[in-house]
């Protein structure tokens, strides 16, 4: 869980964060000195935790204000105070529950009573898309992660990025520049204890609705890593984030085939050359063999230019299958947004590979994708 601690008492503040670390590590712990009125990065806490001597009218209105600000926020209050014109007033502005000072016991059962109600909550039906290179320098790593933050965008849909690159992942490094908590190796070590708060506090949170859980940093760490631990973790993603996006990168070990299995949509990655064209029909090939029927796998053309020698057609031809998208070239904003480590939608909004990713995303969303703006509608919008 998302936890703030509200208290004034140094002492305190420590007891509780102590407690409550050391009653599930998957628990995020952040301390405040007094009430906020809203919380930094737009990111509400599952819960806040108000402890102190004497709970006044003038904090139990912050409370109510801040809870009608954040419907989803429960509050626990810490006192002495237990007089029924105290709880009542406490009840009245949102309180979840009054706790006497120092209740350890009462409060550890009151933070497994939220727990249990936010697993409740909210059952998604996530979908598993699956992006795969046909060939190194395919831009795979770039779609899936840019293409994240796409589907995210507004807020609407949750969407989480796995990298399960094994050897050489860096889908985070796309997006963020933040060391993760831990990866998909340290996260594999536990998966026996995995639960939704422990795979939110592994993952990088790149915007209020799209994380990514980053790969291991060691090579050496792939060896944590077993087909039935990418079971657990799907099963799981799935109930918690409408869209769950997979860098499986190039090699076809037990590992990814089981996330390719998984996969509700795989996407190989392909460029308009002769080397593209030969390991990617090898790729379909592939496929094939493992029984994935056609309308699972959608090719997308990644750096594609109308003036490129092999055209759509051809590959088309080649392949025996559709192009679903093309991925116009635009190398200085791709680079850019890469060197940078910012997903290119925010870095250049208007660039064609952004507008090819938004319409993407609401392809697979199944939307209309916001309207294209002309030079002069983009300069009035500014005015």
């Known amino acids: 869980m998302n936890i703030v601690i509200v208290s004034k008492n140094e002492a305190q503040l420590k007891r509780l964060t102590r407690l409550l670390r050391e009653r599930s590590a998957a628990d995020r712990v952040a301390l405040l000195a007094s009430i906020p009125d809203v919380f930094d990065n737009g990111v509400t806490p599952d819960l806040l935790l108000l ?22 926020l429960a509050i626990i209050v810490q006192c002495p105070q237990q007089s029924p014109q105290f709880l009542l007033r406490s009840m009245r502005a949102g309180v979840r529950e009054v706790l006497q000072p120092d ?68 889908a985070a490094l796309f997006v963020s520049d933040h060391k993760p908590a831990a990866t998909l190796s340290q996260l594999s070590q536990q998966i026996v204890r995995l639960d939704a708060s422990l795979l939110a506090a592994s ?33 799981l993603a ?33 460029q308009a050359t002769l080397p593209y064209v030969r390991d990617g029909k090898r790729l379909l090939d592939v496929f094939r063999g493992l029984g994935y029927r056609e309308d699972k796998i959608r090719l997308i053309l990644n750096r594609y230019a109308s003036s490129d020698s092999i055209r759509v057609a051809d590959l088309e031809a080649a392949y025996g299958k559709r192009v679903y998208k093309s991925i116009p070239n635009h190398y200085e904003a791709v680079a850019a947004s890469v060197s940078q480590g910012v ?9 064609p590979v952004s507008r090819a990713l938004q319409e993407l995303a609401a392809s697979l969303a199944g939307e209309t ?11 009035l919008a500014r005015a």
């Open 369 to 379: 994708p916001p309207a294209a703006q002309g030079w002069v509608a983009r300069l």
């Open 103 to 170: 209740d350890d016991a009462a409060l550890c059962a009151a933070l497994r009573r939220i727990e249990d109600k936010l697993q409740k909550q909210v059952t998604r039906k996530g979908q598993v898309l699956a992006f795969v290179s046909c060939k190194g320098g395919s831009g795979a790593t770039f779609i899936a992660a840019n293409l994240g933050y796409a589907l995210a965008a507004g807020e609407q849909r949750k969407v989480a990025l796995f990298d399960l690159n094994l050897q050489f992942g860096d």
């Open 51 to 72: 402890e102190q001597e004497q709970t006044g009218e003038a904090e139990l209105t912050q409370l109510e204000l801040l809870g009608g600000r954040h419907p989803s």
């Open 203 to 235: 993952m990088i949170q790149i915007t209020p609705a799209y994380s990514v859980l980053a790969a291991a940093d060691d090579p050496a760490h792939a060896a944590d890593i077993e087909a039935e631990h990418i079971d657990r973790l799907l099963t």
């Open 343 to 351: 997903p290119i939608l925010k870095l250049a909004p208007h660039n």
């Open 238 to 270: 799935r109930s918690q984030y409408d869209y769950i996006l997979l860098d499986v990168g190039r090699g076809l070990d037990p590992v990814s085939v089981r996330a390719l299995d998984r996969a509700d949509l795989i996407f190989p990655v392909l």
